[in-house]
């Protein structure tokens, strides 16, 4: 009797470590945290009203910045996201700002985004090199997007997905210019 319960607590033992070596294997391999990836689709000028007076150095400014967004999960399991915001800045100082609602994109998953960025002309006109960058018919801007969350494995793995954008609006022909960068923490 006591050789037939040595024998079944080994097997039971080899079973429960094979599943172990199993489970750590799949752990390691596929089930490991990759990092979401965050692109900026486009970024397009809507409403853009300027006028400048020389006579009287002021400038009166009214702009919209669509910005569309994709967030791709390369995880098997969902990529959960908290509230944030995408913030548009003008020489490091802020103009303009969107919220993003909390969200969770499951695994494998795409969700596309679309902000929608009003500028602040008032935070603007304090700048000292606002009108000659007016004059000069050029605005540099920036749009930063961070969208921190968790990869949900067995325990949450915190993961931030960033997407910077410099823009160059031409006021004369109300073009855009974009330079994305992208970068992701897990």
């Known amino acids: 009797m006591t050789k037939r319960r040595t024998t079944i607590c080994l097997s039971v033992a080899a079973v429960i470590a094979a599943v172990a070596v199993i489970l750590l294997i799949l752990g390691v391999t596929v089930f490991k945290a990759k990092d979401p990836i965050t692109t900026v689709d486009s970024v397009a000028l809507k409403d853009l009203d300027f006028s400048v007076d020389v006579r009287k150095p002021t400038v009166h400014l009214t702009a919209v910045i669509e910005t569309a967004v994709t967030v791709t999960n390369p995880n098997v ?43 602040m002309a008032d935070r603007l006109v304090g700048d000292s090199h606002f009108f000659s960058d007016v004059v000069a018919g050029t605005l540099a801007l920036r749009t930063d997007v961070r969208l921190p969350g968790k990869v949900q494995m067995l325990v949450g793995v915190p993961a931030v997905a960033y997407a910077a954008c410099d823009l160059e609006i031409h006021l004369a022909s109300r073009g855009v210019k974009q330079t994305c960068h992208y970068k992701t923490k897990l």
């Open 77 to 119: 399991v969902g990529f959960k996201y908290a509230n944030s915001s995408a913030v548009l800045t003008y020489r490091g100082k802020e103009v303009g700002q969107a919220p993003i609602p909390a969200g969770e994109i499951g695994g494998g998953a795409a969700r596309g985004m679309n902000m929608t960025l009003t500028l």
